[in-house]
């Protein structure tokens, strides 16, 4: 491609070669965009027959076997209100916490 002295050019042949490319992009981005939907359409065509094929339920995946948790933490006012120590602290542990009191007293203890 040869370079252009835009310089030496007056406004008029400035202003031509501007139409002539806003032309030239016109009729380029019509035939990407063009090509791009015929793309698109073909890909929804391909999803649609994949759908079709696949009628029956997708099988799903079994959760992983986690092993039971027993809980560590008793509230000593409510005994029913148990954690493991995993996730997020109860509130009534936080609270119980706050007026001073430490996790060791709430341990459940085992005989």
């Known amino acids: 491609m040869k370079k252009l002295n835009l310089e030496s050019l007056s406004i008029d042949e400035l202003w031509r070669l501007h139409e002539e ?9 019509n ?19 994949n759908v079709v094929q696949s009628d029956q339920k997708p099988v799903p995946r ?13 509230n000593p006012n409510e005994p029913h209100e148990t ?10 542990l936080a609270a119980q916490l ?12 085992h005989r």
């Open 83 to 92: 954690w493991s120590g995993r996730g997020k602290q109860p509130k009534w």
């Open 98 to 109: 706050k007026t001073g009191r430490s996790m060791e007293e709430f341990l459940i203890r």
């Open 62 to 74: 079994k959760k992983r076997a986690y092993p039971k948790v027993h809980p560590k933490y008793r």
């Open 31 to 49: 035939a990407e965009k063009r090509a791009l939907e015929k793309r698109l359409a073909q890909l929804r065509r391909e999803n649609e027959v």
């Open 21 to 29: 490319l806003n032309q030239y992009l016109s009729t380029r981005l």
